[in-house]
């Protein structure tokens, strides 16, 4: 009886003190929560590691437009402030994979609301 519970004190002490999630997964976890700043930190840094790993290289893109889309979609933010940033983004995601559809549809939005902006005197 004894043996028994030193070997499931020792499962549990593993379980809850291990992570078994690689960071690429878990990066992919925050982004499906919505926690694109947290999951980029992560796919920047794996990105850094290994820089020639092509699936880190596009979830890294893929994590970028999907930040931008939704600081696009945020309704707290004014357009002013939340276009630039998430243009920034579009731009980063666009670096990295030249062919992600979504992104290049959005940073040409943004342009011509900004130019419109630009045109019409918006502050």
Do not use: H, W
């Amino acid at each position: 009886m004894k043996r028994f519970f030193n070997l499931f004190t020792i499962l549990i002490l593993i379980s809850t003190s291990c992570c078994f999630v690689d960071p690429v997964t878990r990066a992919q976890n925050l982004s499906q929560k919505g926690k694109f700043g947290d999951a980029i930190k992560i796919l920047e840094n794996e990105y850094k590691n290994k820089p020639n790993s092509i699936p880190i290289k596009s979830l890294l893109a893929q994590a970028y437009s999907d930040y931008g889309i939704a600081l696009c979609q945020d309704t707290t933010k004014p357009p002013k402030a939340k276009y630039p940033m998430a243009k920034e983004q579009f731009s980063m995601a666009l670096t990295l994979n030249p062919y992600l559809k979504d992104a290049k549809d959005m940073y040409e939005m943004i342009e011509k609301i900004q130019e419109s902006f630009r045109t019409n005197n918006v502050n």
